[in-house]
């Protein structure tokens, strides 16, 4: 399959099952609703070394946030539930309730309870203030510039974590603008994040290593200064590789994004030098969820057809 | 089965007590065993067919009583479920022990309205008389969740040892209101009587105006609220007494008695 000289290659994603959670945060102004969201969804790029994987989902104008002020929907996604009921509560402690003006809600309704206040209230060292009305609790913790306002708990869902796509290109400018082409199309896809830098991973990891510490390393069949010294997965043309990785709510918001992060840099085409799409697996046997690149654009281009 | 009419048949010479008469009781009943049901009534036991006309109605899960009267104690008690309307007065005891459904009273309500209320939603059009969502007489606790809404004015005692829940009073809330109230929300837009709050361990009281409250009472100064632009926003009872800028002046009280409760005096 061929999309405007880019080819996708016979390949597939393969995705592992991850349980994940939204938070709502809001603040005074959009900037310090951004800035608590950059800093709870940072150092959380790969639960390999963060324990999770974070990122902000969207911003939100204020007439749609609880408290009618500017928010950040962030996703925390973990490999178990007992993970992220550990690292949500402590994120939420040292990034959201530290940072001004801020306050932090459930944003996902159903599923396991994962703790918020409920866990983080005992700052407040007996000041804090519950109020129940209805079936929901949130909690008022005086703090030195006012009060935090958080809910008690929000609920989760079981996610899809670790689609991907690869961008093969001629040069690392070309991968990396069509990189932050398809990163800044799939950001506009409710329910997924992109959890690395700026969305964009360079990189890339196979399983295991040569040293017996190591569970990952890098991905030298499409590492370009490796081309011919290694078993090569990359063609004479291509001079560099960028990775997007893809975390979502569900196995359809993942789909979408990778077929719309496809469709950007299929954009940009062959004449702005991208040579390929591909995608890292593990030839299949260890993660359940399967992304197909080719039917899943060509699934696009009969949609776009109709 | 449909829901179920109750027209009095007179005016009521004694008291009567409707505790148990609940859509849920009523819906497994034929109406021929409905219409024998015993009611108190003063002294007596009468069938509930000698105080009232029993109709089907429609509606499954309703109750209706026509017509109301402040004779009328406990309606609602205990109702857990389904919904119960009347379109007049109610006497005591309305709603008392509700742990769900809702109770819709057209006319004013009696003492003790709401009183212990777990769940659910009482709405009174006119007034309510005193200890509403109170705690009755030998227990500990007053309502502690649901919602009460009272459009007119609330009597003495009103959420007197609530202990959570929402109570939001249209009008005026005379003396005693949140006395020894132990958690909880009231809301009252009309004018708050005297010794409002004493004993108050935690909870919340919204004011429109700042009440005469006891000496163990501290004015915390003015302050930014994001918790009423929440409240706002996420409590529909409450949208029409917040206007949303979150701005209200915080007393804490009664700290002669340790405790931390607070009326929040808004704008």
């Known amino acids: 399959m061929i999309i405007n000289g880019v080819e996708i290659r016979d390949s597939f994603a393969e995705a592992f099952p991850m349980v994940g959670t939204r938070l709502i945060i809001t603040a005074d102004t959009a900037e310090w609703a951004l800035i608590a969201g950059r800093t709870t969804t940072g150092f959380a790029t790969s639960v390999i070394g963060c324990g999770c994987e974070a990122g902000i989902e969207r911003e939100i104008p204020a007439e749609e946030t609880p408290d009618g002020r ?6 925390i996604f973990a490999m178990d539930f007992g993970s992220l009921k550990k690292v949500v509560p402590l994120r939420l402690g040292q990034c959201v309730l ?167 840099v299929c954009a940009i085409g062959a004449a702005g030098g991208v040579v390929a799409i591909d995608a890292g697996n593990y030839g299949g046997n260890l993660g359940p969820y399967h992304f197909k690149l080719r039917p899943i654009m060509a699934a696009g281009t009969a949609e776009a057809a109709l | 089965m449909s829901g179920i009419v109750l027209r009095p048949r007179a005016a009521f010479s004694a008291r009567v007590d409707l505790s148990g008469v609940t859509p849920a009781v009523l819906s497994a009943l034929s109406l021929p065993e409905i219409e024998r049901l015993p009611v108190p009534c003063g002294g007596r036991r009468p069938a509930l067919a000698e105080l009232f006309f029993v109709e089907n109605g429609p509606g499954e899960g309703v109750l209706l009583i026509e017509g109301g009267d402040a004779r009328l104690d406990h309606v609602g008690a205990g109702l857990a479920g389904g919904e119960i309307i009347v379109d007049g007065p109610v006497g005591a005891f309305a709603g008392r022990g509700m742990s769900g459904g809702v109770l819709r009273i057209a ?21 309510a008389g005193a200890h509403a969502g109170a705690a009755t007489s030998g227990s500990r606790r007053g309502m502690s969740g649901g919602v009460l809404r009272i459009h007119g004015s609330a009597g003495v005692r009103l959420a007197e040892r609530q202990r959570g829940g929402l109570i939001v009073v249209a009008g005026d809330a005379d003396e005693g209101l949140g006395t020894d109230m132990i958690a909880g929300t009231v809301a009252v837009a009309g004018s708050i009587g005297a010794r409002a709050g004493r004993g108050m361990k935690r909870g919340t009281v919204l004011a429109r105006s700042l009440p005469a409250l006891p000496a163990g009472f501290v004015d915390t100064g003015t302050h930014d609220l994001v918790a009423l632009r929440l409240l706002a926003r996420r409590v529909a009872d409450l949208a029409g007494m917040l206007d949303g800028s979150g701005t209200a002046r915080r007393l804490v009280g009664d700290t002669l008695l340790g405790g931390q409760g607070e009326v929040l005096v808004l704008g």
């Open chain 2, 107 to 127: 006319g004013a309500a009696g003492d003790f309205l709401g009183a212990e209320l777990s769940g659910g939603r009482i709405e009174v059009a006119g007034n």
């Open chain 1, 98 to 264: 530290t940072c001004p003006t801020t306050a932090c809600y459930a944003g996902v309704e159903g599923g396991k309870r994962v703790p918020l206040a409920k866990t983080i209230r005992y700052f407040a060292d007996g000041h804090q203030i519950s109020k129940k009305i209805g079936d929901r609790r949130f909690w008022r913790m005086p703090v030195m510039e006012g009060e935090f306002v958080c809910d008690d708990d929000t609920g989760s869902v079981e996610g899809v974590g670790g689609g991907n796509i690869l961008i093969l290109a001629r040069s690392r400018g070309q991968a990396l603008a069509a990189a932050e082409a398809a990163a800044a199309a799939m950001r506009q896809v409710p329910g997924v994040i992109l959890p690395f830098p700026g969305g964009v991973v360079r990189s890339g990891s196979k399983v295991g290593s040569k040293y017996k510490a190591l569970f990952a390393s890098t991905n030298d069949a499409y590492c370009p200064t490796l081309r011919g010294a290694v078993p090569s997965a990359l063609p004479a043309e291509v001079g560099s590789v960028l990775e997007i990785v893809i975390d979502g709510v569900s196995f359809a918001a993942v789909e979408q994004a990778t077929r719309i992060g496809i469709e950007a």
């Open chain 1, 70 to 75: 500017p928010g950040v929907a962030i996703l």
